[in-house]
């Protein structure tokens, strides 16, 4: 059965003690889509983000480190792109015991089992996705929270779903406590604990949709959930052994829909978390044959 529990704002008691401390201070100016973090100069970038954001330069500075390597691996397309990941505070979405590892490649453990994709990985998937402000996104898999995060900061519409219930309600309690602190930004993030499978009917159709686990096929309610000319970047393959393909969707005068697939990694395998199968209230096995 499909659960449709919506998570109720205010939900930060649910955060473990296992995440990062929310010590910073209050975001010190309001966020606005226009306000634009110099992109050339790691110095001006930091001072910008500390007079800002209200961050700390620590952070700050391995943020940037990624970036330059981001940006050196053509893995922006817009400024927009750029701009989105050099706002995310990816360490408020990472344990603690990863708080130093917050920008390195890999993948990092987030609980239950899953991760965080690496940041490389969600920049060029979102990069994919060519996101205008505006446009509705949905999000297959919240996970730590933090691919929304990117999300919310290229358009103003985003839903996410995650299977794991106390996963689900963890990231929510992050979301609500950093908007809390300032970033309103977060407060675009529609988020509930069911299977992703069967999408968010209600708030579609999405002109975008980023599925953050792996499957073995594109799921049909997703696809009819996108809208006509919508792009879906989604892990396609067998386990552990995914790839990442750009889907767009077209829709002919007589209705007929067929879909236009592009591997954004040229061929290269990327292994994500399995997409599980909710039975009942419980996660029982994958959508993969
Ligand atoms: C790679 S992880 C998280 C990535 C996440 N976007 C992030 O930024 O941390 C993928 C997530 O998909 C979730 N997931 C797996 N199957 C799902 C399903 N059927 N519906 C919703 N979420 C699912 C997992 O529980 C996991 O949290």
Known sequence: MRRRTFLKLGAATAASAALPALALADVPK?????????LDSVDAYVKWMVENRGEDPKHLRKRWERYGIMKGNQYFTTKNDM???LMVPREEFCLKYNQDQAYSYHFLDIGWGVTISGPDTVGRMTSALDIKKGEKCLEI???SGYQSAYLANMTDKVWS????????ERTRGIYDALIKRGY???SAITSKNADGYYGWEEAGP????????GIDHIPPPLLKQLKPGGIM?????PPGAQHVLKVVKDVAADGAIT???TDIYHGRIVPFVPFTKLVGDAIKGTYSQ
Do not use: N, Q
């Open 30 to 38: 309001p966020y606005s889509f226009d306000a634009a973090p110099p």
């Open 83 to 85: 701009r989105g990941f």
């Open 141 to 143: 898999g919240t996970g």
């Open 161 to 168: 779903i995650e299977i794991i219930k106390p996963l689900a």
């Open 184 to 186: 309103t930004e977060y």
């Open 206 to 213: 999405f002109d975008k949709i980023v599925v953050t686990c």
């Open 233 to 237: 970047v989604i892990p396609v393959g």
């Open 259 to 261: 879909v236009a697939r």
